[in-house]
């Protein structure tokens, strides 16, 4: 069965595009969305908001170079000597420069440093008259190592959680593109509906104006009474009426399909649909597996599950015993003139070790641990109600297609009864045998029956999309769904 919007409208006698009109398809109209709906380019931005995101954390990883100028620096003060318990007054002159690469290490969570400072001073001191006065170069280079110790690692951590909401991001966005999908084709399909029962109260005026002329007729030739030709007059007011209120309604979803799209609700456009029902064998049991083994939503929860074991591990860190070691060893060098600064170096080397013991916290640790265990068994809850809903959903629309499957033969066998019952009727009314009451009840059941079967192919079709995209199967092509293969091939 295979019926074509153009060729209804074709044969109903109705206007094609007109000259600045657009001509949409189903296929054209996604297009269309991909570059212009709203709610995509604002999943889109949030997926290049977090893929940012991760390319900064990741440069964070890498060598930091960084320069610390003092061009000048002039003081002059009086100080109090606590060794020779008196007073003095110093006044100093100095220029220094610091010169850093800092390395972080993932692996462990700590950070190696090369360091260097060099500088150059005017001093000059008054002790009771004594002056004492250096002007000298000197130099500072040292490496440097921070670790932390007995403690989680805070910098994989924060990238492992980056990626997770990088991953999330695209699954988000490959999620809104089929809903984007889904509701596109329900807009497309109620244009498409709106367009048709526009035509089919048209074929209703066009009829309704045939009736009234030939009661008309009949009514100046004496072959009929004037109260036929009052009904007939009513027929054609009511079926005029019909086709403006459905005007008004093609317009309507004209609107909404066009702020769906991104699209500007002054341009004027006219879909074209093909609706086309061919046999299709679903199997239920390989919908199901499907699902439950490419559902993104499910990888969602696996990720909140991630997240909310990095939670306890940060929850158990707090009150923590930890430590931290820093390590570094250099040399100091200073001379009167730049070329001997290291004519008599100086070894400096350092170890520091700190610990912080926690001692009593009123059972806040204990509390929180036990209240991040409350929400990781609610996340097992989620989890495994989601493929509950997941299968249940497949179901319920696997058992939808048979059963419209049944109702488009059926629907189709009504509209040829409605039609051969119009045709027969049309020719008793024409023969004075039937009234304008009973052949309005005769059109507006052909109507209506032809307004079900176009319902019922459009239904097939939806349900048919909903079961891909709750299986991520297409079961027309035969083929899985792939939702994030087209974003790894943008990447």
Partial sequence: MKKMVLTVLVLLGVPLASHGQLSLTIEKALDIAEENSPTLRRSHMNLERYQETLVAQRASLKSKFSLNLNPVGYEKNRRFDNRLSQWYTNESFTSSGTFRVDQPILWTDGEISLI????????????????????????????????????????????????????????????????????ITNQFYNVYMAQSQLAITREELVNAQQSYDIIKNKVEADLAAKDELFQAELNLATARSSVEEQQVSLENAKDKLKQTLGMSLNEDLMVFAEIEVRPIDVNLQQAISHGLESRLELRQRE?????????????????????????????????????????????????????????????EKKARIRAQKVAQNINKLDFHEDKVDIELNIRQVWRNLENLRTQIKIAEQNVTNAQLTYDLNLTRYREGDLTGMEMSQFQTQLSNKKISYTQALINYKIELLNLKILSLYDFEKNAPIVPMKDLISEK
Avoid: C, H
């Fill in 303 to 363: 990720i909140e599950s991630d997240e909310l074991g990095f939670d306890m591990i940060k929850t158990k860190a707090l009150n923590e015993f930890k430590g931290d070691i820093s390590v570094s060893f250099g040399l100091i060098g200073d001379n009167k003139r730049f070329d001997k600064i290291y004519e008599n170096p100086t070894q400096n080397p350092r170890v520091a070790i700190s610990f912080t013991v926690p001692i009593f916290d009123w059972g």
């Fill in 116 to 183: 260097n400072t060099f500088g150059w001073q005017d001093n000059n001191s008054n002790i009771d008259g004594d002056k004492n006065s250096n002007k000298a170069f000197n130099n500072n280079l040292y490496l440097q190592l921070s670790q932390p110790i007995f403690t989680y690692n805070k910098r994989k951590m924060e990238l492992k959680q980056i990626e997770y909401d990088y991953e999330n991001a695209n699954i988000s966005y490959a999620l809104q593109r089929l809903n984007t999908e889904k509701d």
